[in-house]
């Protein structure tokens, strides 16, 4: 009787220790998680120029977090964003920083390293949406060029915010081959709000979020609505 009681004890007690050691790793994997996608705390936001073929100069925002790295700011809002998966799909957006006296230097993933300085000219603030920034009426944001072997193309998207919070946009683009043309034109409309670093969309029932920020002018700098950024993409006013 007493090596059966001793016997379940035993049990007892392994099951005991089996349980705790489950439960400890499936805290520190649900640590791990966390840590990976995490957001880490943002030290600022800029925007940059870039340039390529086929279009000459456009700008590009960027966010740098407190963790010495950055993010070359994409479709999602920074609020919601899933860290792992975006080093995962968008792994050249992702690089180092850091700041030397007035001059920044991002070094991106291949380990190239450049260096930007406030009011050069390739190197601006950017800022969360505030009221005491009136958007403009409208914007757009147009792409494409020449693409050789007689082939062009043009889009053009615009945005109108109506009210405070009603919008409109629409799409009007081309491609131009040696023997053929196409066009075409796209338009919708709904509902927005923009609260800091993100614009929300509703379109009748779809909401869409995403990544947004005001651009800058002056020395010093100070926030302009004359450029935004709606996910990732500048947008200049037709104003």
């Known amino acids: ?18 349980l705790n050691f489950s439960g400890a790793l499936a805290n520190e994997k649900a ?43 994409g479709e999602e809002p920074i609020e ?41 000219g390739n190197w601006f603030p950017a800022y969360p949406y505030s009221a005491a920034v009136k958007l403009k009426r409208g914007y757009e944001k147009a792409t494409g060029g020449d693409y050789g072997n007689g082939t062009s193309a043009l889009v053009i998207n615009k945005i109108n915010f109506v009210d405070a919070t009603h919008f ?28 800091g670093n993100s614009i929300e969309f509703n379109y009748g029932g779809k909401v869409v979020k995403k990544s947004f920020a005001i651009g800058a002018e002056g020395s010093p700098a100070r926030p302009s609505a004359s ?8 947008f200049t006013d037709t104003e």
């Not at 966390?34 to 456009?58: K, L, Q």
């Not at 070094?107 to 190239?112: A, F, L, P, V």
């Open 80 to 120: 919601t964003l899933d860290v792992a998966a975006s080093k995962s799909s968008r792994p050249r957006a992702w690089g180092k920083w850091k700041k030397s006296g007035a001059t920044f230097y991002l070094t991106d993933n291949k380990g190239h390293v450049s260096d930007y300085k406030l009011g050069e």
């Open 31 to 73: 640590n791990r998680k966390e840590m990976n996608t995490a957001v880490p705390a943002v030290a600022g936001w800029y925007f940059r120029a870039i340039s390529g073929y086929p279009a000459a100069i456009s700008f590009e925002p960027v966010v740098l977090f407190k963790n010495g790295e950055y993010l070359e700011v």
């Open 227 to 234: 450029i935004i950024f709606i996910g990732g993409d500048p």
């Open 168 to 195: 409109t946009e629409g799409a009007n683009g081309g491609i131009m081959t040696g023997s053929a043309k196409a066009r075409k034109k796209s338009s919708n409309a709904g509902t927005y709000r923009i609260f």
């Open 1 to 18: 009787m007493n090596f059966r009681k001793i016997a379940i004890g035993m049990m007892l007690a392994v099951a005991i220790i089996t």
